[in-house]
Protein backbone atom coordinates (compact mmCIF):
# COMPACT_ATOMS: atom_id res chain seq x y z
CA UNK A 1 0.00 0.00 0.00
CA UNK A 2 1.39 3.64 -0.81
CA UNK A 3 2.12 5.59 2.16
CA UNK A 4 1.37 9.40 2.36
CA UNK A 5 3.48 12.00 4.64
CA UNK A 6 1.46 15.08 6.10
CA UNK A 7 1.84 17.44 9.30
CA UNK A 8 -0.26 17.81 12.58
CA UNK A 9 -0.17 20.74 13.76
CA UNK A 10 -1.36 22.27 17.72
CA UNK A 11 -0.70 25.09 19.26
CA UNK A 12 -1.98 26.66 22.62
CA UNK A 13 -0.58 30.07 23.72
CA UNK A 14 2.53 28.48 25.91
CA UNK A 15 3.62 25.74 23.15
CA UNK A 16 3.39 24.69 19.76
CA UNK A 17 3.71 21.72 18.03
CA UNK A 18 4.16 20.46 14.67
CA UNK A 19 4.54 16.72 13.85
CA UNK A 20 5.41 14.85 10.16
CA UNK A 21 3.51 11.49 10.32
CA UNK A 22 3.70 8.62 7.58
CA UNK A 23 0.16 7.06 7.12
CA UNK A 24 -1.27 4.71 3.99
CA UNK A 25 -3.32 6.75 1.12
CA UNK A 26 -6.95 6.95 2.11
CA UNK A 27 -6.05 8.16 5.68
CA UNK A 28 -8.74 10.70 7.41
CA UNK A 29 -7.52 14.00 8.97
CA UNK A 30 -8.72 11.37 11.93
CA UNK A 31 -6.21 8.86 11.79
CA UNK A 32 -3.59 11.75 11.20
CA UNK A 33 -5.28 13.00 14.73
CA UNK A 34 -4.95 9.92 16.35
CA UNK A 35 -1.12 8.98 14.86
CA UNK A 36 -0.80 12.41 16.61
CA UNK A 37 -0.99 11.11 19.41
CA UNK A 38 -1.10 14.73 20.59
CA UNK A 39 -1.67 13.64 24.10
CA UNK A 40 2.30 13.01 24.76
CA UNK A 41 2.35 16.68 24.75
CA UNK A 42 -0.71 17.84 26.27
CA UNK A 43 -2.69 15.38 28.53
CA UNK A 44 -5.00 17.71 29.42
CA UNK A 45 -6.19 18.34 25.67
CA UNK A 46 -9.93 16.79 25.00
CA UNK A 47 -9.65 15.97 21.44
CA UNK A 48 -13.02 14.83 20.56
CA UNK A 49 -15.43 17.73 19.44
CA UNK A 50 -12.78 19.44 18.63
CA UNK A 51 -12.60 21.30 15.25
CA UNK A 52 -10.21 19.93 12.28
CA UNK A 53 -9.12 21.88 8.86
CA UNK A 54 -6.62 21.39 6.32
CA UNK A 55 -4.50 24.05 5.48
CA UNK A 56 -6.72 26.68 7.40
CA UNK A 57 -10.20 25.22 5.31
CA UNK A 58 -12.38 23.57 8.32
CA UNK A 59 -13.05 19.79 7.31
CA UNK A 60 -14.93 16.52 9.00
CA UNK A 61 -12.87 14.42 10.64
CA UNK A 62 -13.92 11.42 8.08
CA UNK A 63 -11.83 13.99 5.12
CA UNK A 64 -9.28 11.74 3.06
CA UNK A 65 -5.87 14.22 3.40
CA UNK A 66 -3.10 13.69 0.45
CA UNK A 67 0.07 13.75 0.12
CA UNK A 68 1.88 17.08 1.89
CA UNK A 69 -1.93 18.49 3.70
CA UNK A 70 -1.25 20.46 6.90
CA UNK A 71 -3.60 19.01 9.42
CA UNK A 72 -4.82 21.58 12.21
CA UNK A 73 -6.59 21.07 15.25
CA UNK A 74 -8.53 24.34 16.78
CA UNK A 75 -8.90 24.98 20.08
CA UNK A 76 -12.49 26.36 21.27
CA UNK A 77 -12.70 29.85 21.76
CA UNK A 78 -12.70 31.75 24.67
CA UNK A 79 -14.59 34.49 23.45
CA UNK A 80 -16.70 35.02 20.57
CA UNK A 81 -14.24 38.03 18.44
CA UNK A 82 -17.03 40.31 18.12
CA UNK A 83 -17.51 40.55 21.96
CA UNK A 84 -13.47 40.69 22.64
CA UNK A 85 -13.93 43.76 20.43
CA UNK A 86 -16.90 45.14 22.04
CA UNK A 87 -14.89 44.92 25.88
CA UNK A 88 -11.76 46.35 24.16
CA UNK A 89 -13.68 49.21 23.14
CA UNK A 90 -15.83 49.81 26.38
CA UNK A 91 -18.98 49.17 24.71
Known amino acids: MAMISVE ?3 AT ?3 Q ?3 SITLPEKATVDDVIRAGNLK ?3 PELVQEGMQAGVW ?3 VD ?3 IVKEGDRV ?3 RPLEIDPREARRLKAGI
Do not use: A, S
Request: hydrophobic share 35%; net charge positive; no cysteine.
Open 72 to 74: ELY
Open 13 to 15: PDK
Open 17 to 19: VLR
Open 8 to 10: LVF
Open 56 to 58: GRP
Open 40 to 42: RDF
Open 61 to 63: RDH
